[in-house]
């Protein structure tokens, strides 16, 4: 089970941590650990990942510079931390787990478990 927070509303050019805490297996234990997006209108998106040791992470290139994603295996967490927030990062993010170290990080349907989402809102 995957579990999302940190989002809130925030002005343009502020920061956010998001963060997802995995319960019922170790964190370890999930080849990649991605977070998605999906704003009003549009279709989910890929935002970063990040594979299972932390030597490997995967951005958006939307978010890149900008958003970072780390994980604590220990504390079971993974961390989106986003700064210089725009009024387009305005999304339910969500938090995404997968099992297999084969398939690219980029595409939601590789994905084996989701978290609920939190909402992001940056005002202009």
């Known amino acids: 089970q995957l579990q999302a927070s940190g989002g809130g509303l925030v002005q343009a050019g502020g920061s956010l941590r998001l963060s997802c805490a995995a319960s019922?297996?170790?964190?370890?234990?999930?080849?990649?650990m991605g977070w998605f997006r999906q704003g009003p209108g549009k279709e989910r998106e890929f935002v970063a990942a990040?594979?299972?040791?932390?030597?490997?992470?995967y951005y958006a290139d939307s978010v890149k510079g900008r958003f970072t994603i780390s994980r604590d295996n220990a504390k079971n967490t993974v961390y989106l931390q986003m700064n210089s927030l725009k009024p387009e990062d305005t999304a339910v993010h969500y938090c995404?787990?997968?099992?297999?170290?084969?398939?690219?990080?980029?595409?939601?349907?590789?994905?084996?478990?989701w978290g609920q989402g939190t909402q992001v809102t940056v005002s202009s």
């Open positions: 990040i594979n299972w040791s932390g030597a490997r992470t």
């Open positions: 995404a787990a997968r099992t297999s170290s084969y398939g690219s990080a980029y595409v939601s349907t590789g994905y084996d478990y």
């Open positions: 019922g297996r170790t964190l370890s234990s999930y080849a990649m």
